[in-house]
């Protein structure tokens, strides 16, 4: 059984706090993906990364960035926390190939006051 | 533009029914699609997929029927459960490229008892 974690369900800051997230996967997936999801928006992808210390950006990467040194474990970073970074954010991981389905965390809601 | 549109926002249909969410695509190289549910507050669970070398693919109370030439696809719920009762993210990928996966913006079903 595929298991995703987060480090936080429910998280508060303030602004201009650094924020770390944190996803973790244990099964040997190599890809891993960070999203958030807002009202009416649906699912916007920030960053993800194919393998060990590679990311891409996604959608919206602006107030983010993204570290991956170990395979099972991808963390999202707010350099400095703003209120429009009020969200509930995802991660999810899977296995590069051809049907690649994506498994996601519980996700973490994050309120920055 | 969006790639994965789902045109309804909102949908209810009483219990017993049938529940029919729709989903349609544009970029004619996607052969892979899937259905996530999500409920408040968790990360979305996968539900069912379909490959473009199929139109149809069942699992249960679920079925999902690809219509390749409209570039549209449907998940139908037989019979509707209130426990149903969800947001219901279609996505989409392109098996050619490394590429994630592409979701639509949900549509959130009420399956009232």
């Known amino acids: 059984d595929v298991k995703v974690t987060q480090s936080s369900r429910y998280l508060v800051k303030r602004t201009g706090e650094k924020v770390f997230l944190e996803c973790v996967q244990d099964?040997?997936?190599?890809?891993m993906f960070w999203y958030r999801q807002d009202p009416g928006l649906g699912l916007r992808l920030i960053y993800f990364s194919y393998d060990v210390k590679m990311k891409e950006k996604g959608d919206i990467p602006e107030g983010y960035s993204v570290s991956r040194e170990k395979k099972e474990r991808f963390s999202l970073i707010l350099e400095s926390a703003s209120t429009n970074q009020t969200s509930m954010y995802l991660c999810?991981?899977?296995?590069?190939?051809?049907?690649?389905?994506?498994?996601f965390g519980p996700g973490t809601r994050l309120t920055v006051l | 533009d969006q790639q994965v549109k789902q045109n309804s926002p909102s949908l209810s249909v009483q219990e017993g029914r049938i529940s029919i969410l729709n989903c349609d695509y544009t970029n004619s190289m996607f052969d892979y699609f899937l259905w996530y549910k999500k409920y408040p507050a968790e990360g979305p669970t996968f539900l069912i997929s379909?490959?473009?070398?199929?139109d149809k693919n069942e699992d249960g109370r679920f079925t999902v029927f690809l219509n390749k030439s409209a570039k549209h696809l449907s998940l139908h719920i037989v019979p509707s459960q209130p426990g149903d009762s969800a947001v219901y993210f279609c996505?989409?990928?392109?098996?050619?490229?490394?590429?994630?996966?592409?979701f639509g913006k949900g549509t959130r079903l009420s399956v009232i008892a």
């Open positions: 379909i490959s473009s070398i199929k």
């Open positions: 999810a991981s899977s296995f590069s190939g051809e049907e690649d389905t994506q498994y």
């Open positions: 099964m040997d997936h190599e890809n």
């Open positions: 996505a989409a990928s392109a098996s050619s490229g490394n590429t994630p996966l592409v």
